[in-house]
C-alpha cells in the first residue's frame, strides 16, 4: 500500500500564490507518475499538473505558465507552485500517483490523497 500525504493550499486573494506538496510512503519500489488533480463543483475533474518517470511534466492549458510541478526523488514528493491564482482555480486538489510495489508487479497502481482545498476570492 502507499499513502499520499498532501499539505499546503488555503485562501489566497486572486493574484497570489500557493504552494501544493504531497509525500509518499509505504511499499514504493517505482513511482511512474504523480500529478494534481482538481474537482470544482459543478465542473469536470481537470489534472493540473503531471510528473511522469523521466521526468516529463505536463500542464492543463488552464494553469500553463503559471503553475509548476516539480520532484524530489530522494523524499518521493511532488510539489505544485501555483502562482498568478484566479478565481477559477478554486477547487479541491487532489495527490495522485501510480506506483510499483514491487519487481514483481506488472502494472503501477493507481492511488490518491484525501485532496486539499485552494480557494481563490476576487
Known amino acids: 500500500q502507499v499513502q499520499l500525504e498532501e499539505s499546503g493550499g488555503g485562501w489566497v486573494q486572486a493574484g497570489g500564490s500557493l504552494s501544493l506538496s504531497c509525500a509518499a510512503s509505504?511499499?514504493?519500489?517505482?513511482?511512474?507518475?504523480m500529478g494534481w488533480p482538481r474537482q470544482a463543483p459543478g465542473k469536470q475533474r481537470e489534472l493540473v499538473a503531471v510528473w511522469r518517470s523521466g521526468g516529463v511534466t505536463n500542464y492543463a492549458g488552464s494553469v500553463k505558465g503559471r503553475c509548476t510541478i516539480s520532484r524530489d526523488n530522494v523524499k518521493n514528493t511532488v510539489y505544485l507552485q501555483m502562482n498568478s491564482l484566479k478565481p477559477e482555480d478554486t477547487a479541491v486538489y487532489y495527490c495522485?500517483?501510480?506506483?510499483?510495489?514491487?519487481?514483481?508487479?506488472?502494472?503501477?497502481?493507481?492511488?490518491w490523497g484525501q485532496g486539499t482545498q485552494v480557494t481563490v476570492s476576487s
Open positions: 509505504g511499499s514504493i519500489f517505482s513511482t511512474h507518475a
Open positions: 495522485n500517483g501510480a506506483f510499483r510495489s514491487s519487481s514483481r508487479d506488472l502494472l503501477a497502481d493507481d492511488y
